[in-house]
Nanobody, 116 residues
Framework: QVQLMESGGGLVQAGGSLRLACAPS????????MGWYRQAPGNARESVTF???????AYADPVKGRFTISRDIAKNTITMQMNSLKPEDTAVYYC??????????WGQGTQVTVSA
């Protein structure tokens, strides 16, 4: 079983920044893709950003130019730097990891709240 430990959520004013981290219980190179999803109240869970095993990132349109995903190999962690935060970014953010065999794991979720 794989655990994904998330950290870094919180409350911030609009225009501010937060940094989320996700540490898996296995090597980050054991996964084909790692990334972040978010779910706001009343909405479906949506993909925010992910990074492939070759290091290639991808972003959902609403966060392009504001969020950056990266890998910290020394810490066996992926991070998501969120800048220029907006109230509509308020959601529970979930780390996700997809194995090469197609199995997906989820973190417990961390709350991000952006006040106007």
């Amino acid at each position: 079983q794989v655990q994904l430990m998330e950290s870094g959520g919180g409350l911030v004013q609009a225009g501010g920044s937060l940094r989320l981290a996700c540490a898996p219980s296995r090597s980050i190179f054991d996964f084909n893709v790692m990334g972040w999803y978010r779910q706001a109240p009343g909405n479906a869970r949506e993909s925010v950003t992910f990074i492939s095993s070759d290091g290639s990132p991808a972003y959902a349109d609403p966060v392009k130019g504001r969020f950056t995903i990266s890998r910290d190999i020394a810490k066996n962690t992926i991070t998501m730097q969120m800048n220029s935060l907006k109230p509509e970014d308020t959601a529970v953010y979930y780390c996700s990891a997809l194995t090469f065999g197609g199995h997906r794991y989820w973190g417990q979720g961390t709350q991000v709240t952006v006040s106007a």
